[in-house]
């Protein structure tokens, strides 16, 4: 059971590049969110999904896309970064089913030239 | 709209010197609050839930307590590993999918 994984760790991009993070639970989770987190400020909410074919969009979703087509995946798409991405994204899990604990993966840190 | 704000932003301990970390919200329709621990360049990890005005938990060292308005992380004779940064969360709204998170407290203990 590995929990949340998130891949890469680290990512440099140039401003106008595209890339996705990629994101994948194996307890069956139903709820899927993507959050950054930024010096200074809580984890702010990009991207949630509560099951496989639907998303929605939380707090700060502009420059970003995701799609869930598996209950385990929940990739997040850059589509054209810009230097105000660079971030800490941290990608979480949670159980419908009566649960309200998330679980968070380790991170990707981006940075964006 | 929903707010969650933590106090302070940071706090040096001794070791064995006792204190509390505040976090005051403001949201509507609560759902629960969350208490998180996070490690330098590690996830948030989940520490407690509370769900009611009165509600009280404990693990090791650590007890968190929830008012109307706000709540507190109780840390009772820190240890140096409990060094890191505590992060509060709100969930609010119908389905409570939302989770709205505080700036979060650094907190040192020193040996």
């Known amino acids: 059971n590995a929990g949340v994984t998130q891949t890469p760790k680290f990512q440099v991009l140039k401003t106008g590049q595209s890339m996705t993070l990629q994101c994948a639970q194996d307890m069956n989770h139903e709820y899927m969110s993507w959050y950054r987190q930024d010096p200074g400020m809580g984890l702010r909410l990009i991207h949630y999904?509560?099951?496989?074919?639907?998303?929605d969009q939380g707090e700060v979703p502009n420059g970003y896309n995701v799609s869930r087509s598996t209950t385990e995946d929940f990739p997040l798409r850059l589509l054209s970064a810009a230097p105000s991405q660079t971030s800490v994204y941290f990608c979480?899990?949670?159980?419908?089913?009566?649960?309200?604990?998330?679980?968070f993966g380790p991170g990707t840190r981006l940075t964006v030239l | 709209e929903d707010q969650v704000t933590q106090s302070p932003e940071a706090l040096r301990l001794q070791e064995g010197e006792s204190s509390s970390l505040n976090c005051s919200y403001t949201?509507?329709?609560?759902?629960?609050l969350f208490w998180y621990r996070q490690d330098p360049g590690k996830g948030p990890e989940f520490l407690f839930t509370l769900y009611s005005a009165g509600e009280e938990k404990e693990k090791e060292r650590l007890k968190a307590t929830l008012t109307k308005k706000e709540s507190f992380l109780h840390i009772t004779a820190p240890k140096p590993e409990d060094s890191a940064t505590y992060l509060c969360?709100?969930?609010?709204?119908?389905?409570?999918?939302?989770?709205?998170f505080g700036a979060g407290t650094r907190l040192f203990v020193k040996a």
């Open positions: 999904s509560v099951g496989a074919g639907i998303t």
């Open positions: 979480a899990s949670r159980d419908t089913g009566g649960g309200d604990t998330q679980y």
């Open positions: 949201v509507s329709g609560l759902r629960g």
């Open positions: 969360a709100v969930q609010a709204g119908t389905g409570g999918f939302k989770t709205i």
